[in-house]
């Protein structure tokens, strides 16, 4: 197979041209590297006309170089995780027109009148409909891909198409591993070392998430996107599309909630470092808030009335079997938002909504407050019953 990078302009465009049915009029598109993520390239290919995106996979982690090995079939599956969210949730992920397997290459409609969640969040921006639309895409992927929906037969044979061991073991090590102890990929700001350093000291603290990580390698429960934090997300006021399933695999259900709640709580704690006005970063914490229990609330319900209208399962249909199944997923996806949100902060790969605070000492208010939600988190999962439980918590950790 093919593993080099497009070599210039030209290659790119051969590539778009030949397996779309755009780039015809003889005018000349542009293209330009718009990747900003850690592992891939991308690239818009452009003209009056139309525009598509192309995003190809390299044998290797782009931000670190060949010293990273990676396995390319991590494209297939992001291609045919977009088809198949794109089945069950159309309004919320971008159109797949083509996977090339010899050039490690997709090629997808371009959302370039979106903006990135993260850079959204950062800048305050009202987006009045994003929980619900988070919420119905969750629901309705997740449901779809699980035993609740799928015959046994067709779970299985999904689960086996969608082994995906590089990227999982690139979360096994980065959330769960090395903000638990000294390890050399961490990135610490000094003022916040000592909260570090209590951490990698903290016994029940590790027990906890070497359960999370059991749970992440184990449960293999539906088809998950895998790295659902707010640049993975783009958005309008009234639109909400996912990108970047490359990370997919069957996992809990709770690691995609809990990896957004995550990110949402990262931008709370943003926000106190951040420029601005106090009351409008506060209204915008409170927004934070109530975005996170419309998520779970949409997700709850959906969930729920698709169980309900749909599972064929006459044992997973037995009377308050998926209020429990739900009600797992509630405390777990805390426990995941809990290690999205320390890894973030202590760990390899950082969130612009804490790193661009550029002062250290107001950063590390900000971070001390991100660590100890995340440490509370993780210990109190099982005890923080609902959002507005969840609410109060966040505010007694300020
Ligand atoms: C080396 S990859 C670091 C992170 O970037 C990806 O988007 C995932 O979140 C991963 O953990
Ligand atoms: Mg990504």
Not at 15 to 23: D, E, G, H, K, V
Request: charged letters at 25%; one cysteine or more; a negative charge.
């Amino acid at each position: 197979m093919t593993t080099a990078k497009f070599a210039n302009d030209a290659e790119v465009i051969e590539f778009a041209r030949t397996n779309t049915p755009y780039f015809t009029s003889g005018e000349a598109p542009s293209v330009e590297e718009i990747g900003d993520g850690n592992i891939n390239f991308v690239y818009r290919v452009k003209d009056s006309k139309d525009s598509v995106i192309v995003k190809q996979a390299l044998p290797y982690v782009r931000i670190i170089g060949e010293g990273w090995p990676l396995s390319l079939d991590r494209i297939r599956i992001e291609a045919s995780t977009l088809k198949t969210e794109g089945q069950w949730a159309e309004a919320y992920v971008p159109k797949v027109y083509c996977f090339d397997e010899q050039q490690s290459a997709v090629i997808m409609e371009d959302i370039g009148d979106h903006d990135n969640l993260r850079h959204a969040l950062i800048a305050r921006k009202p987006l009045p409909a994003l929980g619900r639309h988070l919420g119905e895409f969750l629901a309705e992927t997740l449901f779809h891909t699980s035993d609740f929906y799928l015959d046994t037969y067709q779970k299985k044979a999904a689960v086996s198409s969608n082994i995906n061991p590089d990227l999982c073991k690139i979360t096994e090590e980065l959330f769960f591993w090395d903000p638990f102890c000294d390890h050399e990929r961490n990135a610490i700001n000094p003022a916040v070392r000592p909260v570090a350093e209590a951490i990698w000291q903290d016994e029940v603290l590790k027990i906890e998430a070497a359960k999370l990580k059991y749970h992440f390698m184990t449960d293999a429960q539906a088809l998950l996107h895998g790295d659902l934090h707010s640049g993975s997300v783009f958005v309008t006021e009234t639109s909400t599309k996912v990108i970047d399933p490359e990370f997919a695999f069957y996992g809990p259900m709770s690691f995609d909630i809990g990896s957004v709640i995550g990110n949402l709580l990262l931008n709370f704690a943003g926000q106190i470092g951040l420029e601005g006005d106090t009351e409008e970063k506060r209204a915008y914490q409170m927004y934070l808030l109530d975005t996170i229990e419309a998520l779970w609330h949409t997700f709850e319900a959906n969930f729920l009335e698709n169980v309900k209208s749909k599972c064929q399962d006459p044992v997973f249909n037995a009377p308050g079997f998926a209020q429990a199944f739900i009600g797992h997923v509630w405390h777990e996806s805390l426990g995941y938002a809990g290690t999205e949100i320390i890894r973030r902060t202590i760990g390899l790969a950082h969130v612009a909504d804490l790193d661009s605070i550029e002062d250290e000492q107001i950063r590390s208010v900000s971070e001390g407050l991100a660590l100890s939600v995340g440490v509370t988190l993780i210990k109190q999962r099982h005890e923080i019953r609902s959002p507005q439980v969840l609410r109060a918590v966040i505010q007694a950790a300020e």
